[in-house]
Each structure stands twice: as C-alpha cells, then as structure tokens.
C-alpha cells in the first residue's frame, strides 16, 4: 500500500530539548516536504526536497532543519524547540516537482511546554 | 503575493442538501488548483486536479470548477460521509521551485 509514515503522531516536549520527527514514503517519489498546519493559517510549507542531497527552504523554515540522505526519508529536526512550534505536522510526497497528487502522511500532533 | 481564500470557513447541511464550497485565488501564473479532503486526525487526502478555466473533475458527489479567479467544489446530496474540512490548493512557481500554497479550509458537517 502507497503510504507516507510519521512518527510519532504525537510528542509533547520541553522548550529547547532537541527532537526529530520522522518520515518514510513506499512509493520511490523525488520530491518530499513539510508541512505545519495551524488553525486558520492552512497547510505552511517549511521545507523541502526534489531528491537525495537537494534541500530547500520553504515559507516558514526558522527554527527547522531537514535531512535527506536517502531517497524515502526526510526527517524534520528540531534542534531548540520552542513554544510557538506547538502545531500539526505533516510529511508529504509527490512523483515529481509538478506536486500532482501529492501524498500526504498522518501528522504529528507537537506541544512545546 | 500568491493567495488563496475559501469560503465559508464552516458549512453545516443536512443530507440530500446540495451546496457549493468557494476557492477564490490571486497568483502569477496558475500552474494547477487542488482540492484536497482532510478528515479530523488524518492527512489531506488528494482529490482533483484543474488546470484551465472551463475545466470540470467529478467523483461520486463531487464536482469541480475552475474560473479565471476562482474554483467551486460542488457538493450534490451529501451524506453524512462527506463530513470532513475540504482544502484548496494552487501550485506556484517562485524562485525557480513549485510550491502548494492553501487555504484555510472549509468544514463541512452533513447531518441526518
């Protein structure tokens, strides 16, 4: 089954103690990205990537890194988390950069105390 | 600056009630509407992709349009089953990259 994987969906944590959230996609897509979801702000893109190696900044990146070693992971690192990072994260993928049926992960629920 | 507003933000209707949702947009050089489909706890789930103004995607009761400035999401007898917030999306090209930027999402609740 096609599917983009996070973990974990939820995770609460203390201001400034580092984090990573993980993401794994099945299906051999270039281009993968994150996504935080605040209410009535919508889907904001923080970073992402069109293959091994190639990372970029999305619209709100600060206080976000990423990784992309291999093909099927991009991990979203949180080097000193803080309070206004509480939101919904989600991984997405898509086949190639034109982003058509992008696939998006089942999210991971953040609370920075 | 590339944006997309939809309206209204909540929709309450009961079944067999048709309605329509709104995705108006303003960015340079539309490469592509989405509609998308989240449900409470889970990831959007894609749904149509438009390209031209004219252009028309159906599944199931669903239908949708796309303008020169705005896409409508159709919604012909809903059931309770299409409860969900439905997202708006248009892809742009900015700074050498394709990007999605959404909306804020429509919550629909379809009652018995």
């Known amino acids: 089954e096609a599917q983009v994987t996070q973990n974990p969906r939820y995770l609460i944590t203390v201001t400034g103690k580092k984090l990573t959230v993980t993401c794994s996609q099945n299906?051999?897509?270039?281009?993968m990205s994150w996504y935080r979801q605040d209410p009535g702000l919508g889907l904001r893109q923080i970073y992402y990537s069109m293959n091994v190696e190639v990372t970029d900044k999305g619209d709100v990146p600060e206080g976000y890194k990423v990784s992309r070693k291999e093909k099927r992971n991009f991990p979203l690192i949180l080097e000193s988390p803080s309070p206004n990072q509480t939101s919904l994260y989600f991984c997405?993928?898509?086949?190639?950069?034109?982003?058509?049926?992008?696939?998006f992960g089942q999210g991971t629920r953040l609370t920075v105390v | 600056e590339d944006q997309v507003t939809q309206s209204p933000e909540a929709l309450r209707l009961q079944e067999g009630e048709s309605s329509s949702l709104n995705c108006s947009y303003t960015?340079?050089?539309?490469?592509?509407l989405f509609w998308y489909r989240q449900d409470p706890g889970k990831g959007p789930e894609f749904l149509f992709t438009?390209?031209?103004a004219g252009e028309e995607k159906e599944k199931e009761r669903l239908k949708a349009t796309l303008t020169k400035k705005e896409s409508f999401l159709h919604i012909t007898a809903p059931k309770p089953e299409d409860s969900a917030t439905y997202l708006c999306?248009?892809?742009?090209?900015?700074?050498?990259?394709?990007?999605?930027?959404f909306g804020a999402g429509t919550r629909l609740a379809v009652h018995p």
């Open positions: 997405a993928s898509s086949e190639d950069r034109n982003l058509v049926a992008a696939f």
């Open positions: 999306a248009v892809r742009s090209f900015s700074g050498g990259y394709n990007k999605l930027i």
């Open positions: 960015v340079s050089g539309l490469r592509g």
């Open positions: 299906m051999n897509h270039e281009y």
């Open positions: 438009l390209y031209s």
